[in-house]
């Protein structure tokens, strides 16, 4: 099994409430100036790696979607008035 963990919101710009960053393992959450960040492909590979999956099979693209305005779309950088990304998933034989 091989994980690809693509664009989205990072630890860099995702701001979240209390109520949120208490669903989420310390390690994904970092607090800069009494503001909390989490950062999603943290929370994502910890929970792949404890499901099982390889450390060394997860892939991330690095990307956050909020920083790179001229790639991606961002509903929290934008406000909600913005367009939406796909995924496409395709199984090689
Ligand atoms: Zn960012």
């Known amino acids: ?3 690809h ?3 989205c919101i990072r630890g860099c710009c ?4 209390p109520e949120v960053a208490a669903r ?6 970092r607090d800069v100036d ?9 929370a994502a590979r910890m929970r792949l790696v404890a ?3 390889a ?6 693209t690095g990307a956050c979607t909020a920083c790179e305005p001229s790639l991606y779309f ?4 934008d406000h909600g008035l913005t367009g939406r990304q796909w995924g496409v998933i395709a199984l090689a034989g």
């Open 51 to 53: 499901a099982g999956v």
């Open 1 to 3: 099994m091989s994980v």
């Open 14 to 17: 995702y701001v979240v409430g």
């Open 55 to 60: 450390a060394s099979a997860i892939h991330d």
């Open 74 to 77: 961002s509903h929290r950088r």
């Open 5 to 7: 963990l693509g664009p």
């Open 34 to 42: 009494g503001t909390r960040y989490l950062d999603l492909p943290t």
């Open 24 to 29: 989420f393992p310390a390690a994904a959450l």
